[in-house]
T-cell receptor, first 114, second 109 residues
Framework: SAVISQKPSRDICQRGTSLTIQCQVD?????MFWYRQQPGQSLTLIAT?????????ESGFVIDKFPISRPNLTFSTLTVSNMSPEDSSIYLC???????????FGSGTQLSVL | KNEVEQSPQNLTAQEGEFITINCSYS?????LHWLQQHPGGGIVSLFM???GKKKHGRLIATINIQEKHSSLHITASHPRDSAVYIC???????????FGKGTLLTVNP
């Protein structure tokens, strides 16, 4: 199994500012993902965080807006840049350990942009 | 793109009832996950299926790869089962998921 610590759990931010969300995993994992869950919607994949290389972004998401770091196999950050109210969502990280048949999710970051 | 349809969108049951949630998807997949999301956002993975059937406690998940359909069953439902249940198929090696919109289950005592 894997235990994920995601911080912060929630934040209220001003328009135009940036917020960095962290995910720390208690074991080394190959695959780490960042998702967004807009109010009343299901999850949408933002990007796959690759260790030692640039993240792989999904259609509609760009590095300038959502820069991601993955310095090692246990840690990743997602930054939401130049925020607007439309960025108000829950952001979640997730890992796939490969050795088990389960995904593990962080507890989520509830972001509100005023 | 894989289109994922879940039904019903909302389900209200009385404690003890047998629950079925269905998931259909449009393209061939290698596996499908069933997830449970409680109020407050926490998501727990219940099952990953690539064929047949799996059982864990009161939960049973089945998948028919040829029919592109999966079901999640809850026997003897309990109010603590109240949550959003989400199916998420995945293509092969990239592990990227496509998520259904979820089924909101409310089990009344």
């Amino acid at each position: 199994s894997a235990v994920i610590s995601q911080k912060p759990s929630r934040d209220i931010c001003q328009r135009g500012t940036s917020l960095t969300i962290q995910c720390q995993v208690d074991s080394q994992v190959t695959m780490m993902f960042w998702y967004r869950q807009q109010p009343g919607q299901s999850l949408t994949l933002i990007a796959t965080a690759n260790q030692g290389s640039e993240a792989t972004y999904e259609s509609g998401f760009v590095i300038d807006k959502f820069p991601i770091s993955r310095p090692n196999l246990t840690f990743s950050t997602l930054t939401v840049s130049n925020m607007s109210p439309e960025d108000s969502s829950i952001y979640l990280c997730s890992v796939w350990t490969g050795s088990s048949e389960k995904l593990f999710f962080g507890s989520g970051t509830q972001l509100s942009v005023l | 793109k894989n289109e994922v349809e879940q039904s019903p969108q909302n389900l209200t049951a009385q404690e003890g009832e047998f629950i079925t949630i269905n998931c259909s998807y449009s393209v061939g997949i290698s596996a499908l996950h069933w997830l449970q999301q409680h109020p407050g956002g926490g998501i727990v993975s219940l099952f990953m299926l690539s064929s047949g059937k799996k059982k864990h406690g009161r939960l049973i998940a089945t998948i028919n790869i040829q029919e592109k359909h999966s079901s999640l069953h809850i026997t003897a439902s309990h109010p603590r089962d109240s949550a959003v249940y989400i199916c998420a198929p995945t293509l092969s090696s990239n592990y990227k998921l496509t998520f259904g919109k979820g089924t909101l289950l409310t089990v009344n005592p």
